[in-house]
């Protein structure tokens, strides 16, 4: 079974920029589409971003779009998300998700790494 283990999540200032990292492990990160979500204190986890095995297609919440950029390099079997224009109410734990089955949930998931945006 993949197992993912975000990184990159830190203290930064509103208007600036981060780049979150998602190491998988296992052989078959390539086929699988991926994806950001986060969980903010008090609230449900939302949708961030995906991105399909090749990379070719991503999705981008409303919230997001125009800021932030979802990309993977499958022969490193990472996953990223460079978050740009950063506000304070993107503060949350970030968590990046595998669909290892094509038209199934997204199932694997990772601890999760928390960004904090000061004002």
């Known amino acids: 079974q993949v197992q993912l283990v975000e990184s990159g999540g830190g203290l930064v200032q509103a208007g600036g920029s981060l780049r979150l990292s998602c190491a998988a492990s296992?052989?078959?990160?390539?086929?699988?589409?991926m994806a950001w979500f986060r969980q903010a204190p008090g609230k449900e986890r939302e949708f961030v971003s995906s991105?399909?095995?090749?990379?070719?297609?991503?999705t981008y919440a409303d919230s997001v779009k125009g800021r932030f950029t979802i990309s993977r390099d499958n022969a490193k079997s990472t996953l990223y998300l460079q978050m740009n224009s950063l506000k304070p109410e993107d503060t949350a734990v970030y968590y990046c998700a595998a669909r290892t089955v094509l038209t199934g949930p997204y199932n694997v998931w990772g601890q999760g790494t928390q960004v904090t945006v000061s004002s």
């Open positions: 296992g052989r078959t990160f390539s086929s699988y589409t």
């Open positions: 991105i399909r095995w090749n990379g070719g297609t991503s």
